[in-house]
């Protein structure tokens, strides 16, 4: 038993999904979004104060402005894409304190959670100081 509970403890620990997302946010606590697709994916359409870093662009230089007292939310559009999955290793690899966002910006969309962008979606608007 405390094999399987260790495993759900370790999941946690670097996974988030969107309503946890969306309290960090209500509750001001120290996350930021990180939007890991190209940057025309996050014109069209992405989270409320979401940074836009392409996994593929991400490295010392490109990361050098952020603040590691925050924990990063990497995500991507969803289970069908692995942006998250690159940007948070190559985050991780960079010394940054990370989660992924399980479901991506679809599951974002699906919880009823509000988009940005050219092509927005109407939802729960985040209220934050962020």
């Known amino acids: 038993m405390n094999e399987q509970i260790k495993f759900y403890e370790q999941k946690l620990a ?4 969107p309503s946890d997302l969306f309290a960090a946010f209500e509750n001001n606590e120290n996350v930021i979004a990180v939007d ?7 014109e069209k359409e992405h989270i409320p104060t979401a940074i836009n870093l392409p996994h593929r662009e991400m ?16 995500y991507c559009d969803g289970i ?3 942006a998250s ?10 010394g940054f304190k990370v989660k992924e ?8 969309k699906f919880d ?4 940005v962008g050219s092509h927005a979606k109407d ?6 100081a962020c």
């Open 101 to 108: 966002l399980m479901g991506g910006l679809e599951w974002w």
């Open 112 to 115: 009823g959670y509000a988009t």
């Open 123 to 128: 939802g729960e608007q985040i209220k934050c």
């Open 85 to 94: 999955t690159k940007g948070a290793l190559n985050m991780t690899k960079l």
């Open 36 to 42: 890991a697709r190209q940057n025309f994916g996050y």
């Open 59 to 74: 490295s010392e230089k490109t990361t050098s402005h952020l603040d590691r007292s925050k924990t990063y939310v990497v």
């Open 14 to 17: 670097y996974e988030m999904d």
């Open 80 to 82: 069908g894409c692995n």
